[in-house]
């Protein structure tokens, strides 16, 4: 917590809390970067906010990973998180793994959380359509998890992509009820979902989510592709039989295309219509592919340099997990108290 002196007097000033994790479960793509990560830096940077980032490595075990394929997918995710600004200096960086109280508070919370709510999480359905042979326990009290992350910091802001809301709505419901049972414990979080970025929509099936676990590559552009590879898969992907670049209904390629460059280049919809009136939808797709290369570029530069001195991600992460875990700590014993348990001595 920052400390400002007002009048001589040393007077506590609390920043708000701001924390979002994301899971390793594959390389990263621009919609996480969009929808999630551009808006961590974003935050970080504004320098109201004590932040804390992590990489979700107990979430990712939710579907089946290969354990050597999953370590490297860690240090590949913080390598990411660090070469698109999130600096240690000035956030919390960590693996969910590393701060034991995540695991303890999501076994108190599943104790306050009802069959019936995680029942109805979009999430939970899609993944159990998706692993139907391995539907397990895990997957279905994710949420529990995830409540678990936000509360143990007292977090006011979580900023992330439309399809982390309902679970967003979850913990709060979460956080109610034991409030409501024990009394003020914790802080009710808030959603921070940005317009443009919010929901990048798959290149090959643009009713569709673009999600790192697709098994189509040509459906995804990850942090890592290459400049011609993303210019290709824009060149790829699957519009509408018309022809002018304009969002409307059923146009879901089209609007998708344009969302993306409304994110990247920070145009609102009605100036990018403008700049492209009269051209067809391969000059679109290629503007697309070229304004996405140039911020991907930067980013996939860093995030070689950092896989080459993992020493260093070891080292921001064991610091990381440190002061989280003080933060987290506080919070743990008031819940054992305030349930009963016996808090060690
Ligand atoms: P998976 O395919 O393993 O489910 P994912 O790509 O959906 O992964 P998550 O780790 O679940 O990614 O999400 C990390 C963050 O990125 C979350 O805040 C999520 O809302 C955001 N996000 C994921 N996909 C998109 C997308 N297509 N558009 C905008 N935001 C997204
Ligand atoms: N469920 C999130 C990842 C996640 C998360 C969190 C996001 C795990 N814990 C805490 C925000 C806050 C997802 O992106 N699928």
Not at 218 to 224: K, P, S
Request: hydrophobic share 35%.
């Amino acid at each position: 917590m920052s400390e400002i002196i007002v009048n001589g007097e040393e007077k506590k000033e609390k920043k708000k809390i701001s924390l979002s994790f994301i899971q390793p479960s594959g390389a990263f793509t621009l919609g996480n970067y969009l929808g999630a990560l551009k808006n961590w830096v974003t935050i970080q940077d504004s320098g109201e906010f004590n932040c804390l980032y992590a990489v979700a490595d107990l979430h990712a075990l939710t579907v089946r990973q290969d354990p050597k394929a999953l370590k490297n997918q860690i240090y590949q995710g913080l390598a990411v998180l660090l070469a698109s600004g999130i600096d240690p200096e000035k956030s919390i960086v960590f693996q969910q793994s590393h701060v034991h109280q995540h695991a303890e508070l999501a076994w108190i919370l599943n104790c306050y959380t009802m069959f019936g709510e995680l029942s109805r999480m979009t999430q939970f359905k899609d993944k159990s359509a998706k692993y139907a042979d391995n539907i397990n326990a895990g997957l279905f009290t994710y949420p529990a998890l995830m409540a678990a992350d936000i509360l143990l910091y007292q977090t006011n802001f979580v900023p992330v992509g439309q399809d982390q809301k309902q679970h967003l709505e979850i913990a709060r419901d979460i956080a109610n009820r034991f409030n409501g049972i024990y009394g003020k414990t914790f802080t009710e979080p808030e959603p921070y979902i940005t317009k443009s970025g919010a929901r990048i929509m798959s290149l090959a099936e643009p009713t569709k989510k673009m999600s790192k676990s697709d098994p189509n590559q040509n459906a995804i552009i990850t942090i890592l592709d290459t400049d011609a590879e993303i210019i290709k898969k824009f060149k790829r992907a699957v519009t509408d039989s018309g022809s002018g670049v304009r969002m409307g209904e059923g146009k879901d390629g089209i609007n998708n295309l344009i969302n993306i460059y409304s994110a990247v280049t920070g145009k609102e919809t009605a100036e990018i219509e403008r700049e492209f009136e009269g051209k067809g939808y391969g000059d679109f797709k290629m503007a697309c592919g070229e304004v996405v290369a140039e911020t991907v570029r930067p980013i996939r530069e860093k995030v070689n340099e950092y896989m080459n001195n993992k020493d260093y991600i070891d080292e921001i992460c064991k610091t990381g997990a440190e002061r989280a875990s003080i933060f987290a700590q506080r919070t743990l014993d008031k819940v054992y108290k305030k349930v009963g348990l016996v808090v060690k001595k």
